[in-house]
Structures are given as C-alpha cells and as structure tokens.
C-alpha cells in the first residue's frame, strides 16, 4: 500500500513556521515528490497560503477554527479527499499557533486511513524573544509554548541574531531541559540543513509493534486492528488498566458480530462509545508517552481470542 508521510510543523504565531514550510517546499520541488501541504488558521481568512500556491502542490484549508477541535471532522474529510485523489507522497500540515501538538496528532490519526501514513515528526519552532520573555504572558499561553516544546522531535529556535551569547545559552538551556529528546537548533529566519529534517525518527509502525523501532520521540503512535468483536466488559476492565500517559484513544469497535461497530473515543481518562451506522475498518489508534506498545498489543490479542473461544 502506499504509504504517505506527515510532517506537523507546530510553533507560536510568528515564530517561523510559514517560513519554514517555504524552504521545505523548495526542497520538494527539487526532488520532484508529489506534496500537499494543510494550512490552519483560527480566523476566516488565511493569509499563508500564498506560499503554498503551485500548480504541482495540493493545498487545503481549513479556517475558522483550530485543527484539534472545532473542525476536526472537517479534516479527516480532507485528508482523506487528499489520500483517494492525490495521492501525495508526503503532507505538510502547519497548524494554528494556538494548536496543542498531541490534539493536532489526535486529528490527523483517524481509524479511517492511519495505517497509509508514515508521521515523520512534530517540527516546533520557537521565537527567541518570546520565550525569553515568555513571563510576560497569560498562564496558558506560557503553559501552550511548554508543551510545544514538550512534544517536539525537532525544535527551531529563530530571531538568534536578535539575542545576545548569554540568552542564547540559557534559552538552549531551558528548552533542553523541558525535552532532551529533540533536536534544538538556533536558527535565523528557519534555516535549517532539509537534509536533517528528512532524518527524523518514525513515530510510526503501521502494521503491528512488534518492529516499533526505540525512537528518540517522546509521543509515539499505535495502531491495532482487530479482526472481529470483542468483549464489552473485556474492554471496559482494559481500559482501567491503561498508563496515565496514554492521551488519547480513538477508533472503531464491535461487541457484537451481528451488529455495526462503535465510535470509540477516550481522552484524558474519560472513554465515549457512540453507535454507527455503516461497517468501519476496526482500527483503534493510540497515542501515548514513553509506552510500552508490545505489552498492550498483547493484551488486546488476549481480548480478541477471549472471545473466540466464548
């Protein structure tokens, strides 16, 4: 099957992103690789699309709103529009500043199409002056710049020019110690060796964890597909036992062999079951930190022969 890959450029407003999807897509013309790029605004009008604007490269917008919650059905729409009609070899998708990583994640891993994707990695870039003055900022805003940061796999710190040996030190310092996992770079103006980028780490095992390779990545994905119902109270008494650093869970369940599967969400420790009307492929998708996916694959195989045997 083909696979695509997925690179999340997150990051502030203006700290640099746009710029760096510009040198990334002249990359990519160079290699002559089929690219789409989704573009995320929180007001109703985008203003960066125009970098994106080429015959060659399929761009789609979604505005008004922020990938990780109002308009999260809207993109597993697109992106599957983007898989069945484009065919991309790769997707860039460069969230609103305001987006939460691990959200941005949730939205991109539907159960519909997660095993065609290869998610390279979350590049994060970070203004200089704005962290050094992050103080000055709201609660949450100072606490959305950590967790930015936090769940990064490769991590651009721009305006270097602007800020004095010292800072840079310290700045380097400070976000080394928040994520010691990712690659910190300070840049100017996101320039940054593609070559570097291209080497992230796969967060992604499509078929099974059994090859999930030990990445340096603090957010790994999973996911299992079940080949035919399990049982509720089986499943309920899983997910008691799930690590806290599972942060999500969503995808498509059946108890029933006669009957359609289940929407099956959890977030945060609260699960949500909602009927379906059609037959969906039963994937379930995990995201998590620092988990062990082999130890959970084999308890969901456990679930599945458990029922068989009834």
């Not at 695509?4 to 990359?27: A, D, H, M, P, Q």
């Not at 690219?35 to 605004?41: I, L, S």
């Not at 699960?271 to 995990?286: D, R, S």
Request: charged letters at 25%; one cysteine or more; glycine letters at 6%.
């Amino acid at each position: 099957m083909h696979n695509t890959e997925v690179y999340i450029l997150s990051g502030f407003l203006g700290s640099g992103k746009t710029t760096l999807l510009k040198r990334l897509l002249e990359n990519e013309r160079l290699l002559g690789r089929k690219t789409a790029v989704m573009m995320n605004e929180l007001g109703k009008v985008s203003i960066d699309s125009e970098v994106a604007r080429d015959e060659d490269i399929a761009l789609k917008e979604l505005l008004g709103g922020c990938i990780c919650c109002s308009i999260q059905d809207k993109l597993e729409a697109q992106l599957q529009g983007l898989l069945i009609n484009e065919k991309p070899e790769v997707i860039y998708i460069e969230t609103t500043g305001a987006a939460h990583p691990v959200e941005v994640l949730d939205a991109i891993l539907s159960p519909l199409f997660a095993d065609q994707f290869t998610i390279k990695g979350i590049v994060t870039t970070v203004d200089g002056l704005r962290w050094r003055d992050r103080k000055a900022l709201g609660p949450q805003l100072q606490q959305l710049l950590l967790e930015q940061v936090r769940h990064a796999d490769f991590i651009l710190i721009n305006k270097m020019d602007e800020l004095s040996e010292s800072e840079q030190a310290k700045i380097i310092f400070e976000i080394q110690g928040i994520n010691s996992a990712a690659r910190c770079l300070l840049t100017t103006f996101s320039q940054v060796s593609i070559d570097e980028l291209r080497k992230l780490t796969l967060s992604f095992d499509k078929k099974t964890s059994s090859s999930f390779s030990k990445s340096a990545l603090n957010l790994t994905t999973f996911v299992y597909q079940f080949q035919g119902p399990i049982s509720h109270t089986g499943f309920e008494e899983f997910l008691k036992d799930l690590p806290e650093r599972i942060y999500r869970v969503k995808g498509y369940l059946k108890f029933d062999p006669s009957s359609k599967p289940y929407l099956f969400q959890y977030s945060y420790g609260m699960p949500f079951f909602m009927k379906e009307e059609m037959n969906l492929p039963l994937n379930l998708v995990f995201i998590g930190e620092n988990i062990r996916w082999l130890e959970l694959e084999e308890k969901l195989k456990r679930l599945e022969n458990a029922f068989n045997i009834q």
